[in-house]
């Protein structure tokens, strides 16, 4: 399977188990919700609800930022969308479906997140043989200083 072929694909499941959840939930199914759940699914980064504002906007879709935090709700619900707070920064979200279990790794400076793919880590959890317990999901969450902050940090000495 082509990536573009892939790509269209997970948009179309996505669209499928949100259109049931909408319907079970007795929610209303706007064009609204589904370009907010087509621009998640087209971005591969962690973002916040400005952005998605921002990207609605430029679509000319005219919704409130409370729209917006709704829908974003309801994803986070339905499991196809996760919702981060690093540190003490505004909230972030990021696609669930399709998307590779990661880590994060978190400038305290700039505030930039990146994702981090550590396969022996993920195996190690994934071993460990909780007793009395099986996990459904986790997040690890790593804060330091990013390569490009440290640089100018160092020219500021
Ligand atoms: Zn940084
Ligand atoms: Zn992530």
Redesign the pocket.
Same mark, same amino acid.
């Given at each position: 399977m082509t990536k573009e072929k892939e790509k269209i694909d997970i948009k179309t499941k996505v669209r499928t188990l949100f259109d049931n959840f909408l319907f079970l939930k007795h929610c209303r199914k706007t064009s609204e919700r589904y370009a907010i759940l087509d621009l998640v699914y087209s971005n591969k980064e962690h973002f916040d609800i400005e952005w998605l504002y921002k990207e609605m906007e430029k679509q000319s879709f005219r919704v409130s930022r409370s729209t917006i935090y709704n829908t974003m709700q309801l994803l986070v619900e339905c499991h196809l969308a996760q919702k981060h707070q690093f540190g003490k920064s505004i909230s972030v979200y990021e696609h669930t479906y399709g998307n590779d279990l990661h880590h994060h790794l978190i400038?305290? #400076? $700039? +505030? +930039?997140v990146m994702e981090y793919k550590d396969p022996g880590l993920i195996q190690f959890i994934a071993n460990n043989g909780m007793k009395r317990f099986t996990p459904t999901h986790y997040s690890l969450n790593i804060y330091g200083? $990013? #390569?490009? $902050? #440290?640089r +100018?940090n160092k020219k500021k000495i």
């Open positions: 400038c305290n #400076s $700039c +505030k +930039k200083i $990013c #390569s490009a $902050c #440290s +100018k």
